[in-house]
Every structure is written in structure tokens, then in C-alpha cells.
Nanobody, 124 residues
């Protein structure tokens, strides 16, 4: 029904910026709550950002608040994660995820669809 494909990861120096993209196919992204998560080796998958369906309300954890911004381009059916002032602790594989309904926006199990991930490496 819906497929997600992340892109835009790479190597960046601390303090730099990257923009990740999540292309949505099969359905319109605006009809889903969209989330970004990240996972470093040996660590649990961590919530990064969410863009709620319809209302467009966003939420971020303290670890990225003020540095990361989630947005979407409805014409391109793509969700973005703008990452600024990157730190070494931001290094991880970043995943986009989608769900038609959501209650606990920070919990991975609440999301029904996932992309394959894109690697972000921040050099200190």
C-alpha cells in the first residue's frame, strides 16, 4: 500500500548540515503521520521527529530540538528531515516511518511502514 525510501545520508563534519529525504509511493504522504527514527550500532531505535497527519503538528525530542526540522512537500510526495549543527552523537542509520493512526509518537511499534534507512556519519 505504501513504500518508503530514504536518501540523503552521508559523511559530514560536526557542526555541518544534511537534509534527508523520504520518498513515499503508493499513497499520499499527507494522509499519514510520518516519523523519523535513528539507530546506532548496539543501541535501540530512537525517535527523532514526527509530522502528524492532516494538522501538520511536529514534535521533537530534546536531543534534536532546535537543530532538526521535519517537513513535507506534498507535490513531490516526499518528507524531509533538515539536520543542522550536527554532533558526533547524531551518527546513526536514519529511518523514515509511517502510520495511519498513532498514539505514542515516539514508539517504533506504533508505525506500520518503514524505509530501508540511510547512513549519517558525523565526524568530530
Amino acid at each position: 500500500q505504501v513504500q518508503l525510501a530514504e536518501s540523503g545520508g552521508g559523511l559530514v563534519q560536526a557542526g555541518g548540515s544534511l537534509t534527508l529525504s523520504c520518498a513515499v509511493s503508493g499513497r499520499t504522504a499527507s494522509g499519514y503521520t510520518m516519523g523519523w527514527f535513528r539507530q546506532a550500532p548496539g543501541k535501540e531505535r530512537e525517535f527523532v521527529a514526527v509530522l502528524r497527519r492532516n494538522g501538520g503538528i511536529t514534535y521533537y525530542p530534546d536531543s534534536v530540538k532546535g537543530r532538526f526540522t521535519i517537513s513535507r512537500d506534498n507535490a513531490k510526495n516526499t518528507v524531509f528531515l533538515q539536520m543542522n549543527s550536527l554532533k558526533s552523537e547524531d551518527t546513526a542509520v536514519y529511518y523514515c516511518a509511517a502510520t495511519e493512526t498513532i498514539v505514542r509518537v515516539t514508539i517504533p511499534l506504533e508505525y506500520d511502514y518503514w524505509g530501508q534507512g540511510t547512513q549519517v556519519t558525523v565526524s568530530s
